[in-house]
């Protein structure tokens, strides 16, 4: 959406956006917590952007299945690949892949109702959860499982996640990392806000680990976040409400259990000397991982399209693939904050316009008229902004006031209320014609 703002600055120039699901916005949807409705109102921006007459949303198609980036080609002078890192990275110990073993951003996306991950088995049933890797996406999940389901049902929290933390049993998340505290991979303002709402603890060799960080540290900011974990409690001390632990200097290397997983088996990071905890569900939170883009080349070790400023790379030839860019985390990998996507895009649309004006994109092969009919024949199914704002109005009403919004969390009812959009005139749709 930045990068279609940004090309919408360009006079003449026409942006369509194609999008897998019924819905648009990723990870500002599906990604972040229900309890930071202010982080998600950036889609009050996105939702102008859309309005610019030059934008068109093809919501529910599939680019690499229903049409080819070839296809998108002959209809664009460009194809901008703005599809984020939609794998998680996976932890390689025995153990990995049983029952009662998952990752972070499956989780994640299970709360905020991503179609995909509504029947995904989230077992709340025992006292302890236990995630490995202390990023935000941790910090997140943590928060969740640990708050006041009371509080998390006036968000847009799914139904399902909803009422299954009112009958969880869990009463400590673990967030267990690798390094010591120095070390930590959430950010300052994310730790400051988890310990506004939430009881966060340390062991005695934790703290002692803070204290021994915080001697050493020069970097201003890493002490900062050092300074606020000086300030946890005490894990001794009794809880009377579900808490976060923060564990450290702690290696992976085996889930336990048999049938089900019972916790990990970690070593203590840079000794031979293991330590066990136990858990009822494991979860891996160790960042998330770009895909291979059907017909684009891809760097398999940093999982991004190779690419110089958006420009993608071939990487036999070293020369830009004509018309291909990308933007985002399959750009640059999984690192920064929603705002971070807005310079980055900034960058790959000003390449694009600069590749553009020196002539280096072919024209298309079709009228921009043609692409409406190419689409829809192709996928009938095709959603389009008033089917979009269908959904939207409808997900907004079922909240009643009380919440943003009640969101579907199957493609059905997503498509059965887009159906309800309603048809433009026969004016408007002359109108809709004559513009493409
Ligand atoms: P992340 O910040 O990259 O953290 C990954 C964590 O996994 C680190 O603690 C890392 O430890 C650990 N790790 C990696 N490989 C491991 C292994 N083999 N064994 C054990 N631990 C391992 O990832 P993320 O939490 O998924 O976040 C992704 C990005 O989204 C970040 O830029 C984050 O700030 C952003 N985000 C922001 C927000 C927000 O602002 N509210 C919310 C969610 C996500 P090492 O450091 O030792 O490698």
Known sequence: MYAADELLTQQGVRVNVFEKLPTPYGLVRAGVAPDHQSTKRVTRLFDRIA?????????????????????????????????????????????????????????????????????????????????????????????????????????????????????????????????????????????????AVCDVVLDVADHDLVIRDLADETDPLTRNKLEVLTKLGDATSSASRPRIRLAYGLTPQRVLGDKKATGVEFS?????????????????SIGYRGKPIRNLPFDEVR?????????????????????????????????????????????????????????????????????????????????????WKAIDDAEVARGGGLRPRAKFTRVADMLEAAATAPVPPVHKRLLAGLRR
């Open 268 to 284: 203590v990071t840079g000794t031979d000397e293991h330590r066990t905890i136990p858990a009822g569900l494991v979860l891996t």
């Open 303 to 387: 999982a991004v399209v190779p690419n110089d400023g958006g420009r993608v790379i071939d990487a036999g030839t070293s020369r830009p693939v004509c018309g291909s860019y990308v933007a985002g985390w399959i750009k640059r990998g999984p690192t920064g904050f929603i705002g971070t996507n807005k310079s980055c895009a900034a960058q790959t649309v000003h390449n694009l316009v600069a590749d553009y004006n020196d002539g280096r994109l072919a024209d298309p092969a079709h009228k921009v008229a043609a692409l409406e009919r190419f689409v829809r024949g192709r996928r009938p199914a095709v959603i389009d902004a008033d089917g």
């Open 51 to 195: 309005q610019n007459p030059g934008f068109s949303l093809y919501l529910n198609g599939d680019v690499g299945a229903d049409l080819t980036h070839d296809e998108l080609l002959e209809h664009h002078h460009a194809v901008l690949y703005a599809v984020g890192a939609p794998d998680d990275r996976r932890l390689d110990v025995d153990g990995i892949g049983l029952p009662g073993t998952a990752t972070a951003t499956e989780v994640v996306a299970w709360i905020n109702g991503h179609p995909e991950f509504t029947d995904l088995p989230v077992d709340l049933s025992a006292e302890r959860v236990l995630i490995v890797g202390n990023g935000n996406v941790a910090l997140d999940v943590a928060r969740i499982l640990t708050s006041d389901p009371d509080a998390l049902a006036r968000t847009d929290i799914a139904d399902h996640a909803l009422a299954a933390l009112r009958d969880s049993q869990v009463q400590e998340v673990v967030i267990a990392a690798r390094r010591g505290p120095a070390a930590s991979a959430f950010t300052l303002p994310e730790l400051i806000g988890l310990t």
